[in-house]
């Protein structure tokens, strides 16, 4: 059975520090790699996709992919209140459907 | 690009009736769209995929003649949720994959059901 492992918080960082969101997956096969953010009450929203190993950075945000040791890490520069949020890992392992992790809640105090 | 709407956004309904939720792709094709509950503070939890003009493939433990899904334009999919129960009221959301040869999934806002 393919797992997403998601460490569930909250992370607390204060304003403007970095945060630190991890994820691990059991499918040695996986593909590809989402990082997605979820406000209470709303659906998730893609933040970042990544396929190759390495890191990939767009903006505040940097997703980490280490295929060897079956980890994705994704990096929230300069955090923000507004970056609260559930932060959910995704996983594709060459089907259609993704596996998601159950997320991690991250709080940024100002 | 890749927007994905649900109507309606919220609804609630007296235990036994039927509630249909639609998803839409408003600026893509999509032909597969996908459909999770979530209850409150887990995780998305997928029910089914939909493929356009095929019939769905639910995931093990759904009932899929209670959750009737239909995908029949590149552009529309919809949940009915049968005789729905108090056990049933979640939030159901949809996705799609803007294309064959991605897999990336963009989610439509949800749907919050409250069945009484």
């Known amino acids: 059975q393919k797992e997403v492992e998601q460490n569930s918080g909250p992370l607390s960082v204060p304003e403007g520090a970095i945060a630190s969101l991890n994820c691990t997956y059991s499918d040695r096969v996986s593909q590809s790699f989402f990082w997605y953010r979820q406000y209470s009450g709303k659906s998730p929203e893609l933040i970042m996709s990544?396929?190759?190993?390495g890191d990939k950075e767009d903006g505040r945000f940097t997703a980490q992919l280490n295929k060897a040791s079956q980890y994705v890490s994704l990096l929230i520069r300069d955090s923000q209140p507004s970056d609260s949020a559930t932060y959910l890992c995704a996983v594709n392992s060459g089907y259609s459907t993704l596996t998601f992790g159950k997320g991690t809640m991250l709080l940024v105090s100002p | 690009g890749a927007v994905v709407s649900q109507h309606p956004s919220w609804v609630i309904c007296k235990s036994g009736t039927s509630v249909k939720i639609e998803c839409r792709s408003l600026?893509?094709?999509?032909?597969?769209m996908f459909w999770y509950r979530q209850f409150p503070k887990q995780s998305l939890m997928l029910m089914a995929t939909?493929?356009?003009?095929?019939?769905?493939?639910?995931e093990q433990g759904v009932e899929k003649d209670k959750f009737l899904i239909n995908h029949a334009s590149l552009t529309l999919s919809t949940l009915t949720v049968t005789s729905a129960h108090p056990e049933d009221s979640s939030f159901y959301i949809c996705s799609a994959k803007q294309g064959e040869g991605t897999d990336t999934q963009y989610f439509g806002p949800g749907t919050r059901l409250t069945v009484l």
């Open positions: 990544i396929y190759s190993n």
């Open positions: 600026d893509f094709q999509a032909t597969t």
């Open positions: 939909s493929n356009e003009g095929s019939k769905a493939t639910y």
